[in-house]
């Protein structure tokens, strides 16, 4: 699955969505699949990749610009 934004550490485009796992809360993230870098937690896949392209975190804030 591509990414509309580039990873913000290694800069791939390419994800995984994947079930977050204790000792986080239920739910679904977005993994680069080149450095593993996981995006804000949600209920459901569209929401997951919402949160990794736009940066949005559970306070409503972008937490990073795009390069």
Avoid: H
């Avoid at 990873?7 to 796992?21: A, D, G, H, M, T």
């Avoid at 997951?48 to 972008?62: K, P």
């Amino acid at each position: 699955m591509k990414s509309e934004n580039s990873c913000p550490f290694c800069q791939l485009k390419i994800i995984n969505i994947v079930e977050s796992k204790p000792p986080n809360m239920a739910g679904k993230q977005v993994q680069c699949e080149n450095c593993g870098a996981r995006g804000p937690i949600y209920e459901d896949d569209e929401k997951a990749i919402e949160g990794w392209e736009l940066g949005i975190s559970n306070l409503g804030e972008r937490l990073r610009t795009d390069l």
